[in-house]
T-cell receptor, first 113, second 115 residues
């Protein structure tokens, strides 16, 4: 089955700086890679996703890159703000959704004022 | 903001009891899921169901069983609860029944505490 590794487990950055979170996956059949943000006590919420036919996707301050050959993908947040503080999860999925998402173990992002 | 809803929000019960968590989605989605988030925040798929097929993560004990009375609901039944079942359980749903992946939308979660 799929295995997703996520690093770092904790990331502290100064407000206004950039944050990068990296994930690797094991199943070459995986072709959908979403990123979820989870605030304390809340549900995971999708912030951006990328499919295997695309190498990069951007939405305002958030971008995701995918390297299928190396089987890794990354989340980039620029101009970080205090409200970006949360736990971020990467995930991978194959099988057209039938198998569900395999999540990384999460990154606790702390934005220092 | 109640596209995917779960009840109850909190569930405290004794070891050995049987309990159920309800999930409803009003998005018209075809596939529903259950995930377990443990104390270390690790999210793990338990089941996916799309009216045609139930896929079970092989690590899930058979004390857990999903029941779908209709397309909009996927309830989770747990028999003989154990201390290790304490976690937050999230329901999710997505459009489509296969092929191209669609976004999964999560419910608010049910925090289960087994004493």
């Amino acid at each position: 089955g799929e295995n997703v590794e996520q690093h770092p487990s904790t990331l502290s950055v100064q407000e206004g700086d950039s944050a990068v979170i990296k994930c690797t996956y094991s199943d070459s059949a995986s072709n959908y890679f979403p990123w979820y943000k989870q605030e304390l006590g809340k549900r995971p919420q999708l912030i951006i996703d990328i499919r295997s036919n695309v190498g990069e996707k951007k939405d305002q301050r958030i971008a995701v890159t995918l390297n299928k050959t190396a089987k890794h993908f990354s989340l980039h947040i620029t101009e970080t703000q205090p409200e970006d503080s949360a736990v971020y999860f990467c995930a991978a999925e194959s099988g057209g959704g039938a198998d569900g998402l395999t999540f990384g173990k999460g990154t606790h992002l702390i934005i220092q004022p | 903001d109640t596209a995917v809803s779960q009840t109850p929000k909190y569930l405290v019960t004794q070891m050995g009891n049987d309990k159920s968590i309800k999930c409803e989605q009003n998005l018209g989605h075809d596939t529903m899921y259950w995930y377990k988030q443990d104390s270390k925040k690790f999210l793990k798929i338990m089941f996916s169901y799309n009216n045609k097929e139930l896929i079970i993560n092989e690590t899930v004990p058979n004390r857990f069983s999903p029941k779908s009375p209709d397309k909009a609901h996927l309830n989770l039944h747990i028999n003989s609860l154990e201390l290790g079942d304490s976690a937050v359980y999230f329901c999710a749903s997505s459009r489509g029944t296969g092929g191209w992946q669609e976004t999964q939308y999560f419910g608010p979660g049910t925090r289960l505490l087994v004493l």
